[in-house]
C-alpha cells in the first residue's frame, strides 16, 4: 500500500483532518467547547484504484482543495452563525443549500480569474514589447501570476480574522509534525514542534505557479479565447506534476537539489502561519484523533475532548 500522508486545512475557529477513510472537522465555540463533525470519504476520488497512482492521485489533491476544504469551511461557518444566533436568541439561518453552493462557485470562479485568467490577459496586452517569444511571454506571465499571490496572501493577512485562520493552521501544522515524530499529542508537546510543513497546501500552490510557467508556455495562442481556455483546461494537469514534486521533495528533505525545492514554500508559509496558543492545539488535536482512530493507527496518549455535531459537513445540496 502507498504511503499515506495526513494532514488538513485551518477553517473558521478550527480545522479539518483528512485520512484515508475519513474526514474530521473540529471548531471552537465562543463558549470553549470542541464541535467535531466526522464523515466517511465515500466519493469515487477516494475509493478508486487509480486515484492512488502516481500523478492521476494529485486530482485527489485538488479535489481535497476545491470540494473538502470548502465543504469544512462553510461548516464552520455554519457553527459560528448557530452559536452567534443562540447567543442572540434567535434561529440559525444557516450557510447552507443555495449559498453556499453559490460561495463555492463564486469562490472557485474569482480564484481562478484572479491567479489564471487575469495574468494571461495582462501577459497578453504586453507580448507586442517582446515579440512572439513563447518562454518569454510565460515567464512573464508566472511572475505576474507569482506577484498576485504574494499581494493577495499579504493583503488578508491584515485582517484580524484571517491571521486567527493562519494560526489555527500553524495548529494544523504543528499536530502533523508531532504525530509523524512518535509524540504525545498533549498541546504541550505538540507546540514544541515547527509551524512550517513540507507538505502545506501553501507550498502546492507555489508548485502550481511555477510549473504553470513551463506547462503553459507551448500554449502561446495569440487568441486570447484559445489562451485563457488553455490555462483552465491544464490546472488539472499542472496540479498533478506540482503534487508528485511535493510528495518527492517531502519523501527526500534533506537531499540537496530537493533542498532547493523545498525552502521556498516553506519561507511562504511566513506568510500563512502563525504560532498558535494551546487552545488552538487542542483542537487540531481532536480533528485528527478520529481520523487515526477510523484508519486503525493507534493513539496511545491524547486530551482531546470534544462534542460530536449532528450537522453534517456541507449540509445541504
Known amino acids: 500500500m502507498a504511503t499515506f500522508y495526513y494532514g488538513g486545512q485551518a477553517v473558521i475557529e478550527g480545522v479539518l483532518m483528512r485520512g484515508r477513510t475519513k474526514a474530521a472537522v473540529a471548531v471552537r465555540t465562543p463558549d470553549g467547547r470542541i464541535r467535531v463533525h466526522e464523515e466517511p470519504l465515500t466519493a469515487p476520488i477516494y475509493r478508486s484504484r487509480w486515484a492512488q497512482w502516481p500523478f492521476l492521485r494529485g486530482l485527489t489533491a485538488l479535489w481535497d482543495a476545491l470540494i473538502l476544504g470548502t465543504k469544512a469551511l462553510i461548516w464552520s461557518a455554519d457553527v459560528a452563525l448557530e452559536e452567534e444566533a443562540r447567543a442572540q436568541g434567535k434561529e440559525s439561518e444557516g450557510f447552507s443549500g443555495i449559498m453556499a453552493g453559490g460561495t463555492v462557485l463564486f469562490s472557485l470562479a474569482v480564484g481562478i480569474g484572479l491567479f489564471f485568467l487575469l495574468p ?88 502550481v505557479l511555477l510549473v504553470s510557467i513551463i506547462i503553459f508556455a507551448p500554449f502561446h495562442f495569440q487568441n486570447i479565447f484559445f489562451r485563457l481556455l488553455s490555462r483552465i483546461l491544464l490546472i488539472p494537469i499542472v496540479a498533478m506534476i506540482s503534487y508528485e514534486l511535493i510528495r518527492v521533495s517531502a519523501a527526500r528533505p534533506e537531499h540537496p537539489l530537493l533542498r532547493w525545492l523545498i525552502v521556498p514554500g516553506l519561507l511562504l508559509q511566513r506568510l500563512t502561519t502563525r504560532e498558535p496558543d494551546l487552545d488552538m492545539l487542542e483542537v487540531a488535536i481532536a480533528a485528527l484523533v478520529p481520523v487515526l482512530v477510523a484508519d486503525g493507527v493507534p493513539v496511545e496518549r491524547t486530551t482531546a475532548v470534544y462534542s460530536t455535531s449532528a450537522t453534517p459537513v456541507g449540509a445541504g445540496p
Not at 123 to 150: A, I
Open 120 to 207: 494571461s490577459l495582462v501577459t497578453k496586452l504586453l507580448d507586442t514589447y517582446w515579440g512572439d517569444s513563447p518562454w518569454v511571454s510565460s515567464l512573464v506571465e508566472g511572475g505576474v501570476r507569482l506577484g498576485l499571490f504574494l499581494l493577495y496572501l499579504w493583503a488578508i493577512g491584515l485582517a484580524a480574522d484571517v491571521r486567527r485562520v493562519f494560526a489555527y493552521h500553524g495548529a494544523e501544522h504543528k499536530t502533523i509534525n508531532a504525530f509523524e515524530a512518535g509524540a504525545a499529542l498533549v498541546p504541550e508537546q505538540v507546540a514544541q514542534y515547527s509551524r512550517f510543513h513540507v507538505r502545506c497546501g501553501t507550498s502546492f500552490l507555489l508548485f
